[in-house]
T-cell receptor, first 114, second 112 residues
Framework: AQSVSQHNHHVILSEAASLELGCNYSYGGTVNLFWYVQYPGQHLQLLLKYFSGDPLVKGIKGFEAEFIKSKFSFNLRKPSVQWSDTAEYFCAVNLTGGGNKLTFGTGTQLKVEL | NAGVTQTPKFQVLKTGQSMTLQCAQDMNHEYMSWYRQDPGMGLRLIHYSVGAGITDQGEVPNGYNVSRSTTEDFPLRLLSAAPSQTSVYFC???????????FGPGTRLLVL
């Protein structure tokens, strides 16, 4: 069965620091990759996604992620975080042709301090 | 568009009680899913549907039933609530397989 690993469970950064959140998945086939974000008290929303093409994808609010197929990774990055980026971030994987079944990582709680 | 709506927002149940969590979407999406979110475990798929009349089990289906009589609605039923079902439940929909899922605001359930 496929699995998704997020290595950092809690991250605390100061404003303007750079961010990288790790995400690795276990499946060797073709996948669709997602990062979702959940701001405090809100529901999940899409940050960015990768289906095919350029492995460096850009999302909302200055976030980007790079798909490295050889490493089964899809790490999320942001050069300079803001206090408003405080949220929980989830990596998710869907097998291409595998139905509407999204497998989520356990999430990373990011706190940005002023 | 209201997107994906869920009711109720909060619910407290006693062990053994039954209830239905409602989910509706107005985007004409074929695909709908139910997840539960627990601390340190991310979101886990309970049941999903690829269209009216078609449902299937996800990762943690035990204790839950679903049906999909219309494209818009996808209710989740707890037949006999247990404390282990205390969680936050999210409904989601998407237009196609593997596409972006749109999530509802969630239902916070406490089973005593």
């Amino acid at each position: 069965a496929q699995s998704v690993s997020q290595h950092n469970h809690h991250v605390i950064l100061s404003e303007a620091a750079s961010l990288e959140l790790g995400c690795n998945y276990s499946y060797g086939g073709t996948v669709n990759l997602f990062w979702y974000v959940q701001y405090p008290g809100q529901h999940l929303q899409l940050l960015l996604k990768y289906f095919s093409g350029d492995p460096l994808v850009k999302g909302i609010k200055g976030f980007e992620a790079e798909f490295i197929k050889s490493k089964f990774s899809f790490n999320l990055r942001k050069p300079s975080v803001q206090w408003s980026d405080t949220a929980e971030y989830f990596c998710a994987v869907n097998l291409t042709g595998g139905g509407n079944k999204l497998t989520f990582g356990t999430g990373t709680q990011l706190k940005v301090e002023l | 568009n209201a997107g994906v709506t869920q009711t109720p927002k909060f619910q407290v149940l006693k062990t053994g009680q039954s209830m239905t969590l409602q989910c509706a979407q107005d985007m004409n999406h074929e695909y709908m899913s139910w997840y539960r979110q627990d601390p340190g475990m991310g979101l886990r798929l309970i049941h999903y549907s690829v269209g009216a009349g078609i449902t299937d089990q996800g990762e943690v289906p035990n204790g839950y039933n679903v049906s999909r009589s219309t494209t818009e609605d996808f209710p989740l039923r707890l037949l006999s609530a247990a404390p282990s079902q205390t969680s936050v439940y999210f409904c989601a929909s998407s237009s196609d397989l593997g596409e972006t899922q749109y999530f509802g605001p969630g239902t916070r359930l406490l089973v005593l």
